[in-house]
C-alpha cells in the first residue's frame, strides 16, 4: 500500500475535526457517509480512512486531548505519520486561536445586498482570482478553451457550491468555466455529477479546504428546493 500523502492525512483531519464540531454543538452527522465522500476523492478504501480517524483519536489521547467517542484509539500509528497528524492538528488549533470570529463568519456567510430582488454580494477580488488561476483560457471544467473576444478567452465565474446555496463566496469555492459548462451546473440534470468533479479539481487545488467543501455540497443536498435555488441564480 503507498504512503499516505500530505493532501490525504490533511483531509482526514479536517473530516475528524469537523465531526468532533458536530458532536461538542449537538449537529448529526454520518461517519460512513464522510468515509465514502474521502474514498471517493482519494484512492484508498472507507476502511482505510475509518482507521486512520482512529490513529488521529491515538495521537489525540496521547496529547491528553478529547477523543470523538465511537473512534476508539488505534496505537498503530507508526511514527513520522504519527507525527505529521499531530503537526496538523497543531496547526489547525493555531489557526483557529488567531483567526478572528468575524472572519470565519465572513467566509462562510456572504452578506446580502437590497436591490428589486435579494441578490448576494460577490467579492470581485474572487472572481478576479479564479480568471487568473485560468489564465491560459481553458475551462476548468473541460479543458477547451473558451471562445475568443478582443480581451482574451471567454470565461464565467462559478461558484461550485452556489451562494445561494450555503457556499463560501472563497476561492477554493470558484471556478473559471465556459459558458456551456456553466449552464450545465445549474440546469443539466447530471449538474450534482459536474459539481462533484469540480470539487474534485478544487480539492487538488486546496487539498486543506477539501473536506469544507464536502460540507457545503452535503448541506447543499439536503436543501428541500435545491434545484429552484440553483435555477434562480444562473449567474453565481
Request: proline share 4%; aromatic share 8%; charged share 30%.
Amino acid at each position: 500500500m503507498k504512503n499516505w500523502s500530505d493532501a490525504e492525512l490533511a483531509a482526514a483531519v479536517d473530516a475528524y475535526k469537523e465531526m468532533m464540531a458536530c458532536h461538542d454543538e449537538g449537529r448529526s452527522y454520518n461517519k460512513r457517509e464522510i468515509y465514502r465522500a474521502l474514498s471517493k476523492t482519494f484512492e484508498r478504501t472507507e476502511k482505510a480512512f475509518e482507521y486512520r480517524m482512529q490513529n488521529v483519536s491515538a495521537v489525540l489521547a496521547e496529547m491528553g486531548k478529547e477523543w470523538l467517542p465511537g473512534l476508539k484509539p488505534a496505537a498503530n500509528v507508526g511514527a513520522n505519520v504519527g507525527d505529521r497528524i499531530r503537526n496538523l492538528l497543531e496547526h489547525r488549533e493555531s489557526v483557529a486561536r488567531q483567526m478572528p470570529q468575524a472572519t470565519t463568519q465572513a467566509a462562510t456567510a456572504p452578506s446580502w445586498k437590497t436591490s428589486q430582488t435579494k441578490v448576494f454580494d460577490r467579492d470581485p477580488e474572487v472572481v478576479r482570482d479564479a480568471k487568473r488561476r485560468a489564465g491560459d483560457g481553458r475551462c476548468e471544467a473541460c479543458g477547451e478553451l473558451g471562445f475568443v473576444t478582443d480581451a482574451g478567452y471567454y470565461l464565467e465565474v462559478h461558484h461550485v457550491v452556489p451562494l445561494n446555496c450555503g457556499g463560501p463566496d472563497a476561492i477554493w469555492n470558484v471556478v473559471a468555466i465556459c459558458s456551456n459548462d456553466h449552464r450545465r451546473a445549474h440546469f443539466a440534470k447530471d449538474r450534482a455529477s459536474v459539481r462533484d468533479h469540480l470539487i474534485g479539481m478544487l480539492g487538488r487545488l486546496y487539498p486543506d479546504r477539501l473536506h469544507e467543501l464536502h460540507v457545503f455540497a452535503h448541506r447543499m443536498d439536503t436543501l428541500p428546493n435545491v434545484a429552484e435555488q440553483l435555477e434562480s441564480d444562473p449567474n453565481s
